[in-house]
Every structure is written in structure tokens, then in C-alpha cells.
């Protein structure tokens, strides 16, 4: 094996940067080290640093600021319940009021009749929980080749095990072995209901377990379905007997105008993952909402009743619940998701204007309070992010040369425009480089 100091020192042109002890995530690391914004504090929809700037938050963080930063009463939450119980596990025998009383607000509001609900740490936990029920579910019924899990070209679906296996962006599965991490997996063409039915065909609907997809792509480029994909996906995995996993990770809890986009959409899936938007982020969560079809034979009272061997410390952690229930009476009382469908109009109008700067702008797209500028080739997307951080906004770059908007739910129409206008001057000032 070759050693890495050695293999440095070798080379005359190799540098070693050295930095912070803390390994930047996703990052090409010497190209960020020195140049890191460190956050200190926040409030609402802005951010500050340790240098003095304070950012307007156009991405919300990770997609998951929606009732901005810093908010009170969260912290109230967190804190009063800590003071009684910190957390304790749910497995077995075992369980916790506020676990539980999160179950049932989560039911209620699902977009699946008579959910059941799988607690656990975050987006990339439930992906992994998700493709492995799925897996089980057919292994319990008797159909042992129903392995394969689909997904579509541009998604992502965190970084675990299966959500990196199963990553239609090549990028985040380079590296980990040349059949991925998890085996039986296949990607199909991105909005091709035709394409998938063609794959369905070549790999046999018997061998297929599931189909995961984003509703709206988030990181693939802030991508809504094209008209009649969504339900043409609903009826080639109902026909031909594959589970349909929505990943909401990013649009759950009212990122598109609704509290879930499969209700913006129209789609029954059979189990819906998600996690940032139930906490707004101000505590690890995520989790599995899941069907009748899929949950009732492991509720069959029978010694022969089979178990699914799935579990995690963390999974139901009561702090993190009881943050879970203050946020979703926030975003009831404020209204906040009603408040998306009138930012959306807003965006949508910004948005438009943004498009006639033809030379620059190749493509906008928007569903709810989420946008993507698609920029011309001549404009790379990650120095004109970093024009928006110079200008006091906070944006980022995505494939496709894309720029994130996913701004706090709480944002004022000024705001938006503001926002919308800083990526403006930014492209402007970037093409007069």
C-alpha cells in the first residue's frame, strides 16, 4: 500500500494544507480550508460569523431552517424536557410518552391511511429503514427475488449504506467499490416514466423490490416532476407489484405548499421517509411513515409473526420528540405551510424575471418555496455562490451548474425579492469578472 506522507514528499508540486481538526463534509478540503465561515449565532432568517458578517440564510441551512433560526420556543422545549427526561429507548417493552405521542401527531397527518411510524436520527437513517422493509416485506411474503431497488437518475438519498448505493449522482458512489456498497441496485433515466417501464421489463418485475424517488430533486438540481411522471410511476409500481418509497426528506412538512408534496402530487406511496423539516433542524429526527400492506404482518398476534430486526439508541429519543411536537404546533399556529403557497407565487414571479437574463440564466424551475438557476456554461455555479455570500446571501451550488433557493418559511415578500435580486447582481458581477 502505497504510503500517502511518502507519495507527498515525492512529489515536488504536492502540498499539504493543513487546517482545523474538524473534516469538512462533502468538500474538495483545500479549497475550503482558510475560507470556512464559521457560524457562531443566528436569528430568523439570518446568520452571523465569527468575522462580523451577518448572511441572509437563502438555503435554510441544509434545506431545513423552515421556522428560521434560533426560535424560543424550541429551545424551551428542548430544555424543559431535558429537565424531566432526556431520552430513553423504545425498544421492546420499552418506550417514552413523548415518542409515542409524536407517533400519533405524524399518523394524523400522513399522507397514508392508518401509518405507522419508524423514529430515527435523520434522513439518511430512514433511507437505510425503508430499503431494507422493503427487502423484508418481500422475504416475508415468499418472494425471496424481489431484491432490487430502483432509483432515478440525479437523486440523492443521503449517504448511509443503501442511500449511497442507490445515488443517482455517480460523484457520491464513486470510490466504494464498483457494485456499491449495497448489490442489486439500478438507476433509470430521470423523468422517463417509458424508460422505467423499460427497466422494469429487462430486470423482471419479480426481482424488483422498490422504487425510491424524491417527489421534487433537491440536491440533483432543485428538480419538480414533469406533468404525469409521478402518477405514471404510481401505476408502473402498482401493475407490476413494487413498493413506492417517497423520499421526503427535503419536501416533508411544507416545503412545496403542503404538509406533504405526495399530497401536492397526488401519489399513494407505500412507505414516505423524512426528517430535516419535522424538527426545522433544531434536533436530529427523521423516520419512516409505512403502509398497512407493509406494517400489519409484523402485528399479527401469532408466535410465527415475524420481527423486524431494525433498531437504533437514538431511535424515539424523547428530546428530540418533544422538539418535533412544539415545531409542528409552530407551523399550525403561524400557518407557515399556507405561507409557502403564498411565497411560492412571489418566487415563481422573481424567478421569471431572473429568466430573461438570457446570456447568463440557461433555466429556472420552482415548486412551493423551492427554487433552482440553472447558469450558462460560462458561469460556474460555485464562484457566483460565492459572489451571493460577498453580497450578504447565503446560496449554494448544485449539479447542473444550479444555485439553491430554499429560503426559512418565515421570510418576508421583500426578503424574497431581496434575495432574488442579490443572485442577480452576483451573476452580473461575476460575467464582468
Not at 467499490?177 to 417509458?194: C, K
Request: proline letters at 5%; a negative charge; charged letters at 20%.
Amino acid at each position: 500500500m502505497t504510503n500517502v506522507n511518502t507519495a507527498f514528499a515525492a512529489s515536488p508540486s504536492a502540498t499539504l494544507v493543513d487546517g482545523p481538526a474538524l473534516w469538512p463534509a462533502q468538500a474538495h478540503v483545500p479549497s475550503v480550508i482558510g475560507r470556512q465561515l464559521v457560524i457562531d449565532r443566528a436569528e430568523g432568517s439570518y446568520v452571523f460569523t465569527t468575522d462580523g458578517r451577518r448572511l441572509f440564510d437563502g438555503t435554510a441551512g441544509l434545506w431545513h431552517a423552515n421556522v428560521g433560526h434560533s426560535h424560543p420556543e424550541l429551545a424551551e422545549a428542548a430544555y424543559e424536557q431535558m429537565k424531566q427526561l432526556e431520552t430513553y429507548h423504545i425498544f421492546a417493552r420499552f418506550s417514552n410518552d413523548k415518542a409515542l405521542a409524536l407517533g400519533e401527531r405524524l399518523a394524523a397527518l400522513a399522507p397514508i391511511d392508518r401509518a405507522k411510524v419508524i423514529l430515527n436520527s435523520g434522513g439518511s437513517d430512514a433511507i437505510d429503514v425503508a430499503c431494507k422493509l422493503a427487502r423484508r416485506h418481500w422475504q416475508r411474503e415468499g418472494r425471496e427475488t424481489k431484491r432490487i431497488i430502483l432509483s432515478r437518475e440525479f437523486s440523492y438519498h443521503g449517504l448511509h449504506a443503501y442511500g449511497t448505493s442507490i445515488a443517482g449522482l455517480d460523484f457520491n458512489r464513486e470510490g466504494y467499490g464498483t457494485d456499491s456498497l449495497v448489490p442489486e441496485t439500478a438507476r433509470v433515466p430521470f423523468d422517463d416514466a417509458e424508460a422505467l417501464e423499460r427497466t422494469i421489463a429487462e430486470l423482471g418485475a419479480e426481482n424488483i423490490a422498490a422504487f425510491v424517488t424524491e417527489p421534487v430533486q433537491g440536491t440533483g438540481g432543485v428538480n419538480p416532476p414533469v406533468p404525469g411522471y409521478l402518477e405514471a410511476v404510481q401505476r408502473l409500481c402498482r401493475d407490476n407489484d413494487i413498493l413506492l418509497i417517497l423520499d421526503e426528506v427535503i419536501t416533508g412538512f411544507g416545503r412545496t405548499g403542503e404538509m406533504f408534496a405526495a399530497q401536492r402530487y397526488g401519489v399513494d406511496a407505500d412507505m414516505i421517509t423524512f426528517a430535516k423539516g419535522v424538527t426545522s433542524g433544531y434536533a436530529p429526527l427523521g423516520g419512516v411513515l409505512v403502509a398497512p400492506r407493509i406494517w400489519e404482518p409484523f402485528y399479527v398476534d401469532s408466535p410465527d409473526t415475524p420481527i423486524f430486526r431494525h433498531g437504533a439508541t437514538y431511535a424515539g429519543h424523547t428530546t428530540a420528540a418533544a422538539v418535533a411536537l412544539r415545531h409542528l404546533d409552530i407551523l399550525e399556529r403561524d400557518q407557515l405551510v399556507p405561507r409557502v403557497r403564498e411565497l411560492e407565487v412571489g418566487l415563481q414571479d422573481e424567478l421569471a424575471a431572473l429568466a430573461g437574463r438570457q446570456s447568463a440564466v440557461v433555466d429556472v424551475r420552482s415548486a412551493g418555496l423551492l427554487g433552482g438557476v440553472t447558469l450558462a456554461g460560462h458561469l460556474a455555479a460555485d464562484r457566483v455562490a460565492d459572489q451571493i455570500i460577498e453580497l450578504g446571501f447565503i446560496s449554494r451550488p448544485l449539479r447542473g451548474n444550479t444555485l439553491q433557493i430554499s429560503p426559512p418559511f418565515i421570510i418576508s415578500d421583500d426578503e424574497l425579492r431581496t434575495f432574488i435580486g442579490g443572485i442577480e447582481q452576483a451573476i452580473t458581477a461575476e460575467e464582468n469578472r
